[in-house]
């Protein structure tokens, strides 16, 4: 009999390439072999315990709709939040909404008309396409390379790339692949564009703080000549460990853009009640554990760097933020060795989960020869990764591909 149809939409919605390889992963495991996820930017972290207790402690008598922009005490708690860091936003400047991917996807929903431009910098956080897709916009990349430490280029080369259609510049800052942390001119340079040609700015910031190089991202709320078009968005989900609390906020204070966004709420009815909870504590927590948290992901990055050393075939930027580092290995198709790595190749019992790089790019003659591996195990843990990792790369090469 004939199925009924599904759209030309859902046909063409890519699917996550982090997530990808996971069944063969699951696979490897079924066989009895350990394995090494270095996919998926899902922290290992303890989930700071007053997020836990703070949901223990809340009494109610039935759980309610949250309030559609949020709960008061995250709204607050997100607000001081920012005001600490010298950046005060009214209560009305906030949304609360599904981790960053919501604030994201509400943002895009309310500035872009279907056909419409958003441009970034490539490589990209992949799910930045997917997003884009669900509402029919244009992702645009804007070319950074290794060469140049994923630095965003000149004036020029942005200004080609915008279009009539081009409703605002998305970064992600610190970047999640490359761990670009950018300095204030490479800032100023999407703010001269955006003020040149009216569009918004975006600054993806959940990676705010997760820097360890000595200068740190710098948020688009620094920049007041540009408050009226700039839209921060934010999430638990890294900072704290806490990715499955689906936690997330936009702030502006262009006030029509969140009179749209909080209609939007309104239609989302609420975010689920407990965790906003727990995160309003999660955002109060002191600076000292953000330190804390930056020291391990330092202490990872050091390991694996000392690790990669060892074949300098294998190239790489150090991260100045973020979690994550993108790999150019010596393979003509870094998606087929990734693939191998998890379905054929097995270290002292052990395998290696990794992302294939081309998906990070729209420009589809990039990423080829990329990897992307996640700082999200211990030191030790990192360290036996990157072993099967070069072991793996050796004999993959001396097989001839
Ligand atoms: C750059 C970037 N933006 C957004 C997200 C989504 O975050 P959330 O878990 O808050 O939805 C991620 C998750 O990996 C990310 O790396």
């Known amino acids: 009999m004939e199925q009924p149809l599904i759209s030309l939409r859902a046909d063409a919605y890519p699917a996550s390439p982090i997530r990808k390889l996971l069944p063969y992963a699951k696979a490897a495991e079924a066989a009895g072999h350990k394995v090494f996820y270095l996919n998926i930017g899902e922290p290992d972290l303890p989930t700071p315990s007053v997020f836990i207790e703070a949901m223990r402690r809340y009494q109610a008598h ?16 997100i607000q001081s939040y920012f005001a600490k860091d010298g950046y005060s936003f009214d209560i009305q400047d906030l949304q609360v909404t599904q981790g960053a991917t919501d604030a994201l996807l509400f943002s895009f929903y309310v500035i872009c008309n279907p056909g419409d431009e958003i441009l970034t910098p490539e490589p990209f956080y992949p799910n930045y396409l997917a997003f884009t897709k669900q509402l029919d916009i ?44 950018y300095r204030d001119d490479e800032l100023q340079r999407l703010i001269t564009l955006a003020k040149k040609y ?42 704290y460990s806490a990715c499955g609390a689906r936690i997330g906020c936009i ?47 330092f202490a990872r990055i050091a390991t694996v760097i000392e690790k990669l050393k060892t074949n300098p075939a294998i190239q790489f930027v150090v991260p100045e933020g973020a979690f994550y580092m993108m790999l150019q290995v010596p393979v003509k198709d870094a998606e087929a060795f990734a693939l191998w790595l998890i379905q054929d190749y097995v270290y002292q019992g052990q395998r290696l989960l990794v992302t294939p790089g ?22 030790n843990a990192m360290a036996k990764a990157m072993d099967i990792l070069l072991s793996g790369l050796k004999t993959y090469q001396s097989l001839g591909r």
Do not use: C
């Open 251 to 297: 702030l502006s204070k262009n006030k029509v853009f969140m009179q749209k966004i909080h209609r939007l709420g309104q239609s989302r009815l609420g975010v689920s009640l407990l965790d906003q909870i727990g995160a309003s504590e999660l955002y109060r927590l002191p600076e000292t554990h953000i330190q804390w948290t930056r020291d391990q992901y």
């Open 198 to 239: 009216n569009l918004w700015l975006i600054g993806d910031e959940l990676y705010r703080k997760l820097t360890f190089a000595k200068h740190q991202a710098i948020s688009f709320a620094h920049y007041q000549d540009i408050e009226d078009r700039t839209i921060i968005v934010d999430s638990v989900s890294k900072r």
């Open 138 to 181: 244009q992702l645009v990349g804007i070319p950074t390379f290794a060469e140049t430490g994923y630095a965003i280029p000149g004036i020029d080369v942005i200004e080609k790339r915008i279009t009539k259609k081009t409703k605002a510049i998305l970064i992600a800052n610190p970047s999640n692949p490359s761990g670009r942390v």
């Open 62 to 77: 039935h759980i309610a709709y949250a309030p559609s922009q949020g709960h008061p005490t995250l709204l607050q708690a």
């Open 358 to 379: 081309k998906d990070f790019y729209v420009d589809h003659t990039r990423g080829k020869q990329e990897i992307r591996i996640a700082f999200v195990l211990e030191p």
